[in-house]
């Protein structure tokens, strides 16, 4: 007879997983350390393999743990936008839940603040996640269901299969030091090979083009220090001596025009392309639609503008 997963079992597992320990899943879950350890080993037997390995202090996920986490969060994230969906449909003029959103930094600076503060007075009851970073930082959480979708940068690479991509808007990139860097005057990136760079990380992202276009020359930046986080960089940057790649218009961004300089070399920078990512199997619910649609519309804003 084949073994049926109980709801109960699966979200005891993902929590246990995500807290690493039983004892820590049984405060989130509010219930009790021998019936979480029970639903545990219910799972275990049924499916006939070792999900958690036992250690001094709580539990890590075995190779089999780990693939049934992949399905058994998404399943919990799937029921979740289906309530959603459902409460959404029934609350015509009083629509609430749950939308989580990912954003590169530029577009959290620049994109998101007009869009988020119109839907934000237009539903007021419905609670909006939004988690900051390059899609390399957020792809685990895209293919649970945990983020909706996310707008950012794309570097051709192994995600084509399972998520969509579709093209929002361009924007131009340059260089930058801080205000009264010995480099200003300098036309071109020979000129700054003698400077220490900053970067973002490289791992598939606009940052990973220019990784490549500066392969392809006989002399490139000295890049010594690469941040995870674009506030790192541009601290970094305004602070010190160091020099970085970074969105065009940091230089008119009234917080920092004052502290960062954009040097103005020959040679020209790709452009960095966004867009909107969503798994390919996913179906939105009518809040999140809305949503991304007045992205849509913030992004054809900011492509007129430019032109």
Not at 24 to 53: C, D, W
Not at 274 to 301: G, H, M
Request: with cysteine; glycine share 6%; net charge positive.
């Amino acid at each position: 007879m084949t073994f049926q997963i109980k709801f109960h079992q699966i979200r005891a597992f993902v929590e246990v997983s995500r807290q690493e320990s039983i004892r820590g899943a049984s405060r989130v879950l509010n219930l009790s350390q021998p019936a979480l350890t029970k639903s545990i080993k219910e799972l275990e037997e049924g499916m006939a393999a070792q999900l958690f390995v036992r250690r001094s202090k709580g539990v890590a996920l075995t190779e089999c743990g780990e693939s049934f986490y992949q399905h058994a969060s998404l399943i919990l994230e799937e029921l979740r936008s289906a309530q959603d969906d459902i409460r959404q449909r029934q609350r015509q003029g009083q629509q609430a839940g749950q939308i989580n959103i990912g954003m590169g930094a530029s577009v959290a600076r620049m994109l998101m603040p007009p869009v988020i503060v119109r839907f934000h007075q237009q539903h007021p009851q419905v609670k909006v996640r939004i988690m900051e970073g390059q899609l390399v930082s957020m792809i685990n959480e895209l293919r649970q269901g945990e983020l909706d979708f996310t707008i950012n940068t794309y570097y051709q690479g192994p995600y084509d299969h399972e998520f969509t991509f579709e093209k929002l808007f361009e924007k131009p990139f340059a260089i930058f030091c801080r205000e009264g860097h010995p480099a200003r005057g300098a036309t071109s990136i020979n000129d700054l090979l003698k400077y220490s760079w900053t970067m973002p990380t490289p791992r598939g992202s606009y940052y990973k083009q220019l990784e490549e276009l500066f392969n392809h020359r006989e002399q490139i930046p000295r890049v010594g220090i690469v941040c995870e986080t674009f506030s790192s960089c541009i601290s970094l940057v305004a602070q010190s001596d160091f020099l970085s790649i970074l969105p065009q218009e940091l230089g008119c961004d009234p917080l920092l025009a004052h502290r960062l300089v954009m040097l103005p070399v020959k040679e020209m920078l790709p452009k960095a392309t966004y867009y909107l990512i969503q798994r390919r199997d996913s179906r939105q619910t009518p809040l999140t639609e809305s949503l991304i649609t007045q992205f849509r519309r913030q992004a054809r804003q900011v492509i007129s503008h430019a032109t």
